[in-house]
């Protein structure tokens, strides 16, 4: 609990609904992106109101532009497939684009568990897969990734403190009354140990989960921050007006 404290102390700023600060957990340095999920409205976007993929951060700003509403942050948010179609269950304002999948399969996202994040009135929760199945929760938004980083307060089995495996990563994490809602991006390569570290010691949330690797990308207009780079399929942003 300590180095919780000590962590949430040297990164805390002022209160608000929508915080994003750059941060140092264990020599490694990451930005966060903290989210009030009772006071702003989280959303998932993959294609546009004509139904072209959006794909970079500044095309969704110029379509929520036209609507007079702002994006006060936004990060990839899921494993996708070359046509930038999600890999797993996808669900936006409440329509199912692709299923859940239980079952274990290659690459990160099949090394169980793995989880999905699900975005409802006032709260958001990452919940493990086969839990979600079973208790069908029901999701105004809804994005499946994986590994999960950290369930129920524990680190993910298969993640190994000696490992050589570094990438640039970015993940989610969530309180257990699912008003705290932290984003993270590492701001060099890390492994999955020390990612996980950062939501489990550094934050001390119970469930988080791996969004990506490599094409890990944040925009950030309070840090004048917004990562160019290869498209994306599934975004999640923080609408205001």
Same mark, same amino acid.
Request: glycine residues 10%; charged residues 25%.
């Given at each position: 609990?300590?180095?919780?404290?000590?962590?949430?102390?040297?990164?805390?700023?002022?209160?608000?609904?929508?915080?994003?600060?750059?941060?140092?957990?264990?020599?490694?340095?990451?930005?966060?992106?903290?989210?009030?999920?009772?006071?702003?409205?989280?959303?998932?976007?993959?294609?546009?109101?004509?139904?072209?993929?959006?794909?970079?951060?500044?095309?969704?700003?110029?379509?929520?532009?036209?609507?007079?509403?702002?994006?006060?942050?936004?990060?990839?948010?899921?494993?996708?497939?070359?046509?930038?179609?999600?890999?797993?269950?996808?669900?936006?304002?409440?329509?199912?684009?692709?299923?859940?999948?239980?079952?274990? @399969?290659? !690459?990160?996202?099949?090394?169980?568990?793995?989880? =999905? %994040?699900? +975005?409802?009135?006032?709260?958001?929760?990452?919940? $493990?897969?086969?839990?979600?199945?079973?208790?069908?929760?029901?999701?105004?938004?809804?994005?499946?990734?994986?590994?999960?980083?950290?369930?129920?307060?524990?680190?993910?089995?298969?993640?190994?403190?000696?490992?050589?495996?570094?990438?640039?990563?970015? @993940?989610? !994490?969530?309180?257990?009354?699912?008003?705290?809602? =932290? %984003?993270? +991006?590492?701001?060099?390569?890390?492994?999955?140990? $020390?990612?996980?570290?950062?939501?489990?010691?550094?934050?001390?949330?119970?469930?988080?989960?791996?969004?990506?690797?490599?094409?890990?990308?944040?925009?950030?207009?309070?840090?004048?921050?917004?990562?160019?780079?290869?498209?994306?399929?599934?975004?999640? @942003?923080?609408?205001?007006?």
């Amino acid at each position: 609990m300590w180095r919780v404290l000590t962590f949430l102390l040297l990164a805390a700023g002022p209160v608000a609904a929508v915080e994003c600060q750059d941060v140092k957990f264990q020599d490694d340095r990451y930005t966060l992106c903290e989210v009030d999920a009772e006071k702003e409205e989280l959303r998932l976007f993959l294609r546009d109101p004509s139904g072209t993929l959006y794909g970079h951060f500044h095309s969704l700003e110029t379509t929520l532009t036209q609507t007079k509403k702002t994006l006060g942050f936004a990060m990839n948010a899921g494993m996708y497939h070359d046509d930038r179609a999600p890999v797993g269950l996808y669900l936006e304002e409440g329509q199912q684009v692709q299923k859940l999948i239980t079952a274990k @399969g290659p !690459g990160n996202f099949g090394m169980l568990p793995n989880g =999905v %994040f699900c +975005i409802r009135d006032s709260r958001a929760d990452v919940i $493990e897969t086969r839990r979600f199945a079973k208790t069908k929760p029901d999701c105004r938004g809804a994005t499946q990734s994986g590994p999960m980083l950290v369930i129920n307060g524990n680190l993910h089995p298969r993640f190994l403190k000696d490992s050589s495996s570094r990438y640039v990563r970015n @993940g989610v !994490g969530t309180s257990e009354d699912g008003k705290r809602v =932290v %984003f993270a +991006i590492s701001n060099h390569p890390v492994t999955f140990y $020390e990612f996980g570290m950062l939501f489990k010691e550094g934050l001390g949330l119970p469930q988080a989960l791996y969004f990506d690797g490599n094409i890990s990308r944040l925009h950030a207009p309070d840090l004048e921050r917004s990562d160019p780079g290869f498209r994306m399929g599934p975004i999640v @942003g923080v609408v205001g007006d």
